[in-house]
């Protein structure tokens, strides 16, 4: 089975522009492709890591990537998907989360002479003259078919600033300038973002007569159509001190069943046949599935013996054997307590599991937390400096475990 044909079968295609070209394409090995990862945090997370997959996969097949890291587009911020515009971010926040992907991204892509190359529109896209821009590539666009776009319509209603309507413009004239100077003749990325690729095809074929392709991958979402990669405390990163190894071993663990087998298929490299003899395991034998897939993952992620860890530390706390030593762990220090002591509510909030005292008092009162495998139903219960010496376990409803100690 040839590459593309394998993105089919796993699910990953979404749309094409020309499905015959991009077959010949990237089969033969003909693509110079580029993925777009715009800086907006200083970590990965695991939609980036569902791009970088599909990136891996066609090197290995004989494809040359360019990733671009969005140093210039992170000025104005993406607005596909949104309903509200994005926070602003400064140049040193930009620059800094830059950095922080470009050494995260150096783990799954091999880089070098002949392989694949990284770029920085910020090379170019800041250096740009506001009035030669209009009249080199403004003349380019129809405004009617620009708002017609899926990427403005949510944005439309509660009001699209001039700052992001010229988003658009900025991703196609990327794929311009890497075709021009790079040999780029591809494009991939969400399929959220397919209005944005399809106007950096055509403002190559009106600039230059060249065709350039464009694929969009299938976006990353749940059984009931959410997003996944997304937890009551924020996204699942792939920095391990952003979201613990331990952490994203247990979402992964946790996922729907029928979730399961269409995470093996757009995010692990385990060969289809394999995937299929998965698939065909009895009910019973979910949770096996679920181990299976969530070690895979971090094995990738974090290396085996991250991997181990995890999993021997999930399957002892599930067996009841309580083994803390590679739970996610906050360490308090004497700011916070009071009077040399700690309430639930505020240990709670500590932790992560919750936001408020409110919201820490509705997981109580709902029976939903226990300290050392005992439920807590006291409100204003307080724990000294002592009792975390060798720590508590914290577990809220049946999947969440968290330790906290004192080491003053």
């Known amino acids: 089975m040839k590459i593309f044909e394998e993105l089919q079968a796993r699910g990953l295609i979404a749309q094409v522009t020309d499905n015959d070209?991009?077959?010949?394409?990237?089969n033969n090995g003909g693509a110079k492709f580029y993925i777009g990862f715009d800086p907006t945090a200083d970590s990965l997370h695991v939609g980036h890591f569902m791009a970088l997959c599909l990136m891996k996969r066609l090197q290995m097949a004989g494809n040359k990537p360019?990733?671009?890291?969005?140093?210039?587009?992170?000025?104005?911020?993406?607005?596909?998907?949104?309903?509200?515009?994005?926070?602003?971010?400064?140049?040193?926040?930009?620059?800094?989360?830059?950095?922080?992907?470009?050494?995260?991204?150096?783990?799954?892509?091999?880089?070098?002479?002949?392989?694949?190359?990284?770029?920085?529109?910020a090379d170019w896209l800041l250096k740009l003259n506001y009035v030669e821009l209009l009249r080199e590539v403004?003349?380019?666009?129809?405004?009617?078919?620009?708002?017609?776009?899926?990427?403005?319509?949510?944005?439309?209603?509660?009001?699209?600033?001039?700052?992001?309507?010229?988003?658009m413009i900025m991703q196609a004239y990327d794929f311009y300038y890497l075709h021009n100077n790079y040999g780029c003749n591809m494009q991939f990325?969400?399929?959220?973002?397919?209005?944005?690729?399809?106007?950096?095809?055509?403002?190559?074929?009106?600039?230059?007569?060249?065709?350039?392709?464009?694929?969009?991958?299938?976006?990353?979402?749940?059984?009931?159509?959410?997003?996944?990669?997304?937890?009551?405390?924020?996204?699942?990163?792939?920095?391990?001190?952003?979201?613990?190894?331990?952490e994203f071993y247990q979402y992964w663990r946790n996922i729907d069943d029928a979730d399961v087998?269409?995470?093996?298929?757009?995010?692990t490299f385990i060969p289809l046949e394999k995937i299929e003899e998965i698939s065909h395991w009895e009910d019973s034998r979910i949770n096996e599935k679920k181990e299976l897939l969530a070690y895979e993952l971090t094995r990738m992620i974090h290396g085996k013996e991250e991997a181990d860890k995890a999993q021997d530390a999930a399957r002892a706390l599930f067996c009841g054997g309580g083994?803390?030593?590679?739970?996610?762990?906050?360490?308090?220090?004497?700011?916070?307590?009071?009077?040399g002591k700690i309430d639930i509510l505020n240990l709670l909030i500590k932790c992560g599991f919750a936001q408020s005292r409110g919201e820490?008092?509705?997981?109580?009162?709902?029976?939903?937390?226990?300290?050392?495998?005992?439920?807590?139903?006291?409100?204003?219960?307080?724990?000294?400096?002592?009792?975390?010496?060798?720590?508590?376990?914290?577990?809220?409803?049946?999947?969440?475990?968290?330790?906290?100690?004192?080491?003053?």
């Open 189 to 246: 990325g969400g399929d959220d973002q397919w209005s944005n690729m399809l106007a950096g095809t055509e403002l190559i074929r009106k600039k230059t007569g060249d065709n350039a392709f464009a694929m969009t991958i299938t976006l990353l979402l749940n059984s009931e159509g959410k997003k996944m990669g997304k937890t009551a405390n924020g996204a699942v990163w792939l920095d391990p001190h952003k979201t613990s190894p331990f």
């Open 138 to 167: 403004g003349a380019c666009f129809s405004v009617n078919n620009m708002l017609r776009a899926e990427c403005y319509k949510q944005r439309m209603e509660k009001g699209l600033s001039f700052l992001e309507f010229n988003y």
């Open 21 to 26: 070209e991009i077959r010949e394409l990237i």
């Open 261 to 267: 087998i269409k995470c093996f298929k757009l995010l």
């Open 360 to 408: 820490a008092k509705r997981l109580i009162q709902q029976g939903g937390v226990s300290i050392n495998d005992e439920i807590i139903s006291v409100l204003d219960k307080k724990y000294e400096q002592n009792d975390l010496k060798n720590s508590l376990k914290i577990r809220k409803g049946k999947k969440h475990f968290h330790k906290a100690v004192y080491e003053g």
């Open 323 to 339: 083994d803390c030593e590679n739970m996610p762990t906050t360490v308090l220090t004497e700011e916070d307590f009071e009077n």
């Open 66 to 121: 360019i990733v671009l890291i969005g140093g210039g587009t992170g000025h104005v911020g993406d607005p596909s998907g949104r309903t509200d515009m994005r926070s602003m971010m400064t140049s040193e926040t930009i620059q800094r989360n830059c950095e922080c992907f470009k050494k995260q991204m150096e783990k799954f892509i091999e880089f070098g002479e002949d392989k694949a190359i990284m770029v920085n529109n």
